[in-house]
């Protein structure tokens, strides 16, 4: 009960006060939601994920364990998660925004702060690996699937290389292998991109409560109920039927089924807007995804610990 607790107070308060903040903010001010999500998109993301790569430690047999997992896992729940999208007869844009909401995970900034609660410095050391391998599905799956619903499939497919997010991906893992974190490089080139990095997941925050000001839900509280459901309790399922076939164990296992029991990305609501995918629905999914989680992440834990 003690960690439920502090995951309320440590992770969970704080992302629902700049979301109201936000909220607040455009109601007042109104600022360009579209300007925003850009700039976390184009310029604030490809900063966080270059620079959360670069500096990990992304070699041993545990990493390679931990990526097949992400891999496997984002497949599976996303062939899942269409087949119910086609058993329950969603239209083609809202079946690409119902994958995106089950596929995306809030691995970071709520899953590593609750890894480390629970599982204490090696729950923290996996959780921000398991960031890393969710970073390769985000910004190709994430990115395909956002803007699948409203263009073919070879334009989406070329948008994912049109985003910077891969590239940047590329440039993290090159730093990283050579052995050159940013964080070991001169101020004058290391504290922009911290600086960037680190407006990141804040502005993605800010674009969910400026999102969630003009949203309109009506009419999406089933496939919202269902998307929250699959990503919370679907997922961690999925996620302890692959860990038990490849044998892994221990605290890898456990920082595994708990971080695929996170709700849906922030990120999930930025793509869709910036790509014209249901932005409504997926800014649904998140907000009642991250509230549902608290109670499905009390079954989790207490199974898992």
Partial sequence: ???????????IAPIFLIIGISVLVDRILKPDSRGLSRLVVYLFTPFLVAEGVANSNIEGEETVQLFAIVLLMSLFVSLAAWG????????????????LTVALINSGNFG????????????????????VATMLTTYTLGV??????????????????????????????????TGHPISGMEPAFRKPVEWLSDAAIPGMMVVLGVQLSNARLKGRIQPILVASGMRLLVSPLITAVLTALLGISGVLEQVSITQAAM?????????????????????????????????TLAIILTLVI
Avoid: Q, W
């Fill in 1 to 11: 009960m003690d960690t439920l607790i502090r995951i309320a107070t440590d992770v």
């Fill in 84 to 99: 119910v999208a086609r058993l329950l007869k969603y239209d083609r844009k809202l079946t690409s925004a119902f994958i």
């Fill in 112 to 131: 590593i702060p609750v890894c480390e609660l629970a599982f204490g410095d090696a729950g923290a050391s996996r959780g921000l690996l398991f960031f």
């Fill in 144 to 177: 395909y699937l956002a803007s699948a619903g409203t263009t073919s499939s070879v334009e989406s497919f070329k948008r994912v290389f049109m985003n910077p997010m891969p590239y940047a991906l590329i440039i993290g893992f090159i730093l990283n292998l």
């Fill in 263 to 295: 709700p849906t990305a922030v990120i999930a609501g930025v793509l869709a807007a910036e790509f014209d995918g249901e932005a409504d629905f997926v800014i649904g999914t998140i907000l009642v995804s991250t509230l549902l989680s608290f109670i």
